[in-house]
């Protein structure tokens, strides 16, 4: 077969050529069309029950998550009639921008007024036109300060002033929102740098924005980070331009082709799927370099260069594939963890890895065959010293040395094993970005202020229409203890709920005395359901907070961005104290029955990122088993040998517990964006493990040669390609370290220690295993017939045969 498809290619190598330019083509069109996703990366599968919860709260109260917060030292504010009134013409530009729905800021601010002769409240704007002088300026603000309704818009204590910026539904998950939140921020930073003081800005707009920028952003200077430096190292491998400048454009298609998939399969560009064309370039060079390198040994033989590269195709082309199966399975074991992105990741990501190998064999045979045969001087990296000694060594240790490479690996277990009980499982909503990142310093920054920026909503069930209102506002005297209760937690905002509304208008109702900002009693509570339902902006009062049933009502709160540990550990709390206030009658000194009971239900994105972040624990680390299982499978398809399986899982599997225990000496936290790491090092450090035992396979049936003869052969033949390709992936992984995303750089850390352990495991330990073992049984078991049937030559590296070196 292989050697029918050398022949194909070299033969057709026009048609190859035309017909793969013709593809790229046809792929880069797709590439451009690709978008970039402007929500947040939702993690949770649809069916999941946070996920119903959130989809049943939105569709009563609306899309969440549209305003946009900008925040300020305004010391001088209500002592600058300047600063006052540009700050009131920029609230009005900005509300007049395309996208605006509503802005929220000291001068745009309503005030209920209760009208006696008609029995109602009427709302109006607080300035009705600019202050014109000091007193009138000192005026609002005293006004200002007598309505704690509007506590936080401006903090007399701090000095500190808010901006609230909602967006309409239509535009806040479309590329439109990129030019609206660059517009607010030219505008309010004008502002800033006119009076001297930085303003800050969150609120899930401002962020998705960032970040989806970042995302593009990080994926084109990851490729380009990738290209130079692989270019680097082909160029120190090889020393020649042909085998740097083809295999990079190789590496290009293979990035362009990625990209098309995501466009293709109807996906969006989103943190994961970003890193894609980055891997791909990084995976995408091992297979040119074991091809080229098989190349050059053949031609270094007998000097055809059409015959070298047909024994390259037919040699190497099998073993490449195994291994780029091992790697696509590393990825494509993402698909089984029922969440949307992951999905959408492995899908792309192994597909990807299996046409940048078809690419590979295809255009390197094809495109050597027209350039000039190498001459003698490209061909020196065949025989450099340093690798020659450095596998002497390893043959010499392997050989006399293995109880102290067992003793030293034992070692290395405990120790690891002892890390690993010092990982801590927690994860914080922003902590993937830099702590200089302006976004995580303006989110400290609201912490301090306000609270937290991240959306803790609270919905509740009265379990029957008007049961808000019923039985003389029981409800919301239940809700106020409610309040009252979060207020004991500093990481939560002030509450706001129809509950301030209501104490507001008590206030009003009471000729504006700040001291009456309670709920009312029983015999006002009527009168004041009076004014109220006489307004005729009761709606717009109350449809934010209350649906038109008056059963369900909710609580918007802010929340800070404390870990998932703590929260889980608040909301434990809380919950539980919350069900007691609601569900159980002190005057009866009983809990409600069952049909009587309030449904509270919590949700928002605090909630949500709890769920995912314990959904996808659990599913990535489902992930990391079952790509171990798969590519166990392969391999006992491959030697039909429990025995060689678990010889060629250990060498693998030892680094990723050493990657562990790394994780907790160095305080690295297991989350998604780490646990991610385990499979794809897994999937792509058996390519090592393959290479090794394949060609350990095909040596040993030669009866002339003990095991430890057949062992120095496989150390020397296999080496040389395992040490390139440990450094050309190490070295690529690395790159990743450049990243913005805190994630990012962990799995590029991580992935490449963990890679180069697996080599010099599969080159060091998986030996001392085959050394280990009895000889009898061992030959018994490998000539056994495998299920695959391999070519004798089909996994030789580049050096002579074993044979040949006897």
Not at 81 to 95: G, S, T
Request: charged residues 20%; contains cysteine; hydrophobic residues 45%.
């Amino acid at each position: 077969m292989w050697s029918a498809l050398a022949k194909f290619i070299l033969k057709n190598r026009i048609i190859v050529l035309v017909g793969i330019g013709l593809l790229t083509c046809f792929m880069v069109y797709h590439a451009r069309q690709v978008r970039i996703a402007y929500q947040f990366t939702q993690f949770l599968p649809a069916s999941d029950s946070a996920s119903i919860e959130y989809e049943k709260f939105r569709a009563q109260f609306g899309q969440d998550g549209t305003v946009m917060i900008a925040g300020m030292q305004a010391d001088s504010l209500f002592t600058n009639v300047q600063e006052f009134n540009d700050l009131y013409d920029l609230d009005r530009a900005i509300k007049k921008s395309n996208g605006i729905k509503d802005v929220l800021s000291a001068t745009s601010l309503y005030k209920l007024i209760k009208n006696d002769s008609l029995t109602k409240f009427e709302l109006r704007p607080l300035l009705e036109r600019k202050p014109q002088t000091k007193q009138e300026l000192d005026s609002v603000r005293k006004v200002i300060n007598s309505l704690p309704f509007y506590d936080g818009v401006y903090d007399r204590k701090k000095g500190t002033t808010l901006i609230a910026v909602t967006f309409k539904d239509s535009d806040i998950n479309t590329s439109g929102r990129i030019a609206i939140v660059d517009s607010l921020k030219y505008k309010l930073d004008a502002f800033g740098s006119k009076y001297h003081t930085t303003v800050h800005y969150s609120g899930l707009p401002f962020i998705r924005t960032v970040i989806s920028r970042k995302v593009m952003n990080e994926m084109v200077k990851s490729v380009i980070i990738a290209i130079v430096t692989m270019a680097i190292l082909l160029l120190l491998f090889f020393r020649s331009p042909f085998p740097v400048i083809f295999p990079l454009l190789v590496v290009c298609v293979g990035v362009a082709w990625s990209v098309a998939f995501i466009h293709l399969f109807g996906f969006e560009i989103t943190v994961l799927t970003g890193i894609i064309p980055p891997l791909i370039t990084v995976i995408g060079v091992p297979n040119c370099i074991l091809l080229l390198n098989k190349y050059h040994t053949e031609f270094n033989k007998h000097g055809n260069k059409m015959q070298a590269l047909s024994t390259m195709v037919e040699k190497i082309g099998i073993s490449l594939f195994l291994a780029n199966v091992t790697t696509a399975i590393g990825f494509a074991v993402f698909c089984s963890t029922r969440s949307q992105p992951l999905v959408e990741f492995g899908i792309v990501s192994s597909i990807s890895v299996m046409a940048t190998y078809v690419i590979s064999l295809l255009l390197i045979p094809a495109i050597f065959s027209f350039l000039p045969p190498p001459k003698v001087h490209h061909l020196r990296h065949l025989e450099r010293k340093q690798l020659v000694n450095a596998l002497s060594w390893v043959d010499k240790r392997t050989q006399g040395h293995r109880k102290m490479i067992y003793l030293i690996t034992a070692i290395v277990i405990v120790v690891s094993v002892y890390g690993i009980s010092q990982i801590k499982a927690v994860g914080y909503i922003i902590d993937d970005l830099p702590k200089n990142d302006p976004v995580y310093t303006d989110m400290r920054y609201f912490e301090k202020n306000i609270g937290g920026i991240l959306s803790f909503e609270v919905k509740i069930d009265a379990r029957k229409p008007n049961g808000i209102f019923a039985n003389s506002g029981r409800t919301l005297y239940k809700m106020d203890r409610f309040e009252k209760l979060l207020r004991q937690y500093p990481i939560f905002s002030r509450p706001q709920s129809v509950i301030e509304g209501i104490k507001y208008a008590n206030q009003v109702y009471h000729d504006g005395e700040p001291k009456y900002y309670i709920l009312p009693t029983l015999s006002d509570f009527q009168s004041i359901a009076q004014y109220f339902n006489a307004a005729k902006q009761k709606q717009s009062l109350t449809k934010a907070f209350i649906d038109s049933t008056k059963q369900y009502t909710r609580m918007d709160i802010l929340m800070a961005d404390i870990g998932s540990v703590k929260m889980k550990q608040e909301l434990g709390e809380i919950i539980p104290r919350a069900d007691s206030i609601f569900n159980y009658s002190a005057a009866d000194k009983a809990w409600l029955p069952d049909s009587n009971r309030y449904k509270v239900t919590y949700t928002g994105t605090c909630l949500n990122y709890l769920r995912s972040n314990d959904f996808l624990v659990t599913n990535l680390i489902e992930s990391v088993v079952l790509a171990i299982v798969l590519i166990s499978i392969i391999m006992y398809i491959l030697f039909l040998s429990a025995r060689m399986v678990i010889i060629a899982t250990l060498p693998s599997f030892i680094p990723l517990l050493i990657t562990l225990g790394l994780m907790g000496f160095f305080d690295i936290h297991l989350k998604p964006s780490t646990i991610l790491i385990f499979s794809i090092a897994f999937g792509i450090s058996s390519d090592g493990t393959m290479y090794f035992l394949t060609k350990y396979r095909q040596e040993i049936k030669n009866i002339k040669l003990s095991i430890s003869q057949v062992v120095s052969i496989v150390i020397r033949e296999t080496g040389v390609s395992m040490i390139y390709t440990a450094l050309i992936l190490s070295c690529g992984f690395l790159v990743f370290v450049f990243s913005d995303f805190g994630g990012t750089r962990a799995l590029g850390i991580l992935v490449s220690v963990t890679l180069l352990m697996a080599y010099c495991s599969n080159l060091v330990l998986l030996p001392s295993f085959m050394l280990s073992m009895e000889q009898r049984m061992l030959r018994k078991e490998l000539g056994k017939e495998p299920l695959i049937e391999l070519d004798e030559e089909n996994f030789d590296d580049g050096e002579e045969s074993g044979e040949e070196k006897k």
